[in-house]
């Protein structure tokens, strides 16, 4: 035996000699453990039956999206959900709406009569949770989320947890409906502003092309159409003027020859000398028809440029009229010779004198003046015509020279009012867009929050968590008692082994004397031990009974 006990490793020889030790320790010291165990498990027990039960109930909203497609109304509200529910929650749980909930269903009426409403209000807020469901933090938004509150009534929390439920779906629809107004209140006033701007600057572009009617670019094409039939105008009036001039010279000289003449012999034939050198001989009625021939021509070049109507062409109409009467007066009372005359007969007439007659008195004398004032007005009408015709040919060269600083000026308007009229329709469709989100809020068809898991009736308690409890008591009242035995053992160190024993003294053990105890003394040990276990078992059974009901009633 010795040499089995040599050859004994050391290492399970120490475990072995630590097991007996604690193994004996637990023993020696046994009521030092067993009494601030069970002590402790009962108390925790008995303290928990004093804690009221707390109930729990939840509901669950599920956050269901636009009903119509966004490609046909595009929402106004861009704010994610996690900020809305903040929002939401800031809202919901204020302190006046707290307050009259604990009005409403009577919470906390212990501490109500002792504590300040701030209070309260803390309390509710730390019975309250709000936990979103699948949450994704990269795009801020959930599918949904929890709410759930905790009352001393299974009933209370389930009414309380329905009311939060309502008010917060409430909140929802009340929230996006007032967002959606007040963008399209928004959009609207922004709407009116830009329509006032823009007929404001239509307003200007408009004042700015009747300021410059005629020199705007749209107008230069005719503008430059018109010049040129004026500079043609020009031209014929200036040729006719020149033409106008040689014939008042002709005129003036038929009547300086008229002047000089001499009579003829016979049917009112005179002889005009137009120099010394030459002379002709013209008839009255030939001067007439002449005259008459050349106010005609001068008819048919007005009607070229007038209309019948015109001062000038009436005016020329009425000496075509006199003209012709004149020339009819003169046909009938200028005699036409007979075919029958003899030569000499024509010659004794030509050669008997004449009675003499003054130039003033003679017809053709008094048509060539009325030709001369004819020729007269004419000349005033186009020297009148010249100077009219260079006026506007000024005013529409003037026109075509303003016509680049107008266009510059035009096109800076313009491209002010179309950048108005691009922003105001902008802000219109946006305005359009906004008001049918709006009645979309309205009939409650955008994102909303929809009950999927209404309020629970809870049958457990949620807190306090018994058995959780319990069980730690009697965890904490077994670590105490060992620490307690542990102590004792340490504060008194008997020998209990040979081992101990040699290990303290320093000279060797030479005899041991054995426990011998007398029959009473035996009896007695054995009366101890039974009281012990008996004692014991009773202290076990109470913390188990304890701890099964604490488990029943959790």
Same mark, same amino acid.
């Given at each position: ?9 050391? *290492?399970? %020889? ?12 637990? /023993? ?15 108390? /925790? ?19 269901? %999206? ?10 106004? %509200? ?48 730390? *019975? ?33 947890? %329905? ?33 006032? +701007? ?10 700015? +092309? ?12 005719? @503008? ?7 500079? @043609? ?22 009547? !300086? ?39 005609? !021509? ?86 009148? *015509? ?47 867009? !906004? ?29 306090? +968590? ?89």
């Amino acid at each position: 035996m010795p040499d089995e006990q040599h050859n004994i490793p050391e *290492d399970e %020889s120490n475990l072995g000699e630590t097991v007996g030790r604690l193994f004996g320790l637990i /023993v020696r010291r046994r009521w030092w453990i067993l009494l601030p165990a069970c002590g402790t498990a009962l108390a /925790v027990v008995a303290v928990l039956q004093k804690i009221p039960n707390r109930y729990t109930s939840e509901a669950t909203l599920l956050v269901v %999206s636009q009903q119509v497609p966004e490609r046909y109304v595009v929402p106004n %509200s861009t704010t994610d959900l996690s900020a809305a529910l903040q929002a939401m929650k800031r809202e919901v749980l204020s302190r006046a709406q707290l307050l009259k909930i604990i009005d409403d269903f009577g919470l906390y009426p212990k501490k109500a009569k002792r504590v300040a409403t701030e209070t309260l209000v803390e309390l509710m807020l730390g *019975d309250i949770d709000i936990q979103p469901l699948d949450e994704n933090p990269v795009r801020r938004d959930f599918s949904a989320f929890k709410i759930s509150f905790i009352a001393e009534a299974p009933a209370l929390a389930q009414e309380v947890t %329905s009311t939060l439920t309502s008010l917060f779906i409430n909140e929802n629809l009340r929230t996006r409906e007032e967002q959606a107004t007040n963008t399209t209140r928004f959009l609207h006033e922004q709407v009116e502003a830009k329509r006032k +701007k823009l007929e404001e600057q239509e307003q200007l572009l408009r004042d700015f +092309k009747m300021q410059h009617v005629g020199e705007l670019p749209e107008q230069q094409q005719g @503008n430059l159409g018109i010049l040129t039939g004026l500079q @043609n105008q020009l031209q014929n009036a200036t040729a006719s003027l020149s033409h106008a001039q040689e014939q008042r010279v002709y005129l003036e000289a038929m009547l !300086s020859g008229y002047r000089h003449q001499v009579n003829t012999t016979d049917g009112g034939v005179r002889v005009v000398a137009g120099s010394p050198s030459a002379t002709r001989v013209v008839s009255p009625v030939e001067a007439a028809e002449s005259d008459l021939a050349r106010l005609q !021509s001068a008819r048919a070049a007005l009607l070229s440029r007038y209309t019948p109507e015109h001062p000038d062409v009436v005016k020329i109409e009425r000496e075509i009229t006199k003209a012709e009467g004149a020339l009819q007066r003169l046909r009938v009372a200028t005699p036409t010779p007979h075919k029958e005359e003899s030569p000499v007969a024509s010659a004794k007439a030509a050669s008997r004198p004449a009675p003499p007659v003054e130039p003033a008195d003679d017809p053709a004398v008094a048509q060539i003046k009325s030709q001369l004032e004819a020729n007269r007005v004419e000349m005033d009408n186009l020297a009148q *015509d010249e100077k009219q015709l260079k006026a506007r040919i000024a005013q529409y060269e003037n026109r075509v020279n303003q016509t680049p600083v107008r266009e510059q000026q035009q096109a800076a308007l313009a491209r002010d009012t179309e950048a108005l009229r691009q922003e105001f329709a902008d802000l219109l469709k946006k305005e359009q867009e !906004s008001q049918l989100a709006t009645n979309l809020e309205k009939q409650q068809g955008g994102q909303q929050f929809r009950l999927v898991d209404p309020a629970s009736l809870p049958a457990v308690p949620s807190s306090p +968590k018994r058995l959780k409890l319990s069980g730690g008591g009697a965890a904490a009242g077994l670590f105490l008692g060992l620490a307690l035995a542990f102590v004792m053992e340490m504060k008194h160190s008997p020998f209990y082994t040979e081992k101990e024993l040699t290990e303290r003294l320093s000279p060797p053990l030479v005899l041991s004397i054995p426990l011998l105890p007398t029959p009473a003394e035996e009896r007695a040990r054995i009366r101890k031990g039974a009281f012990e276990w008996l004692a014991g078992s009773a202290l076990v059974l109470v913390v188990l009974i304890a701890e099964f009901y604490v488990y029943r009633a959790s």
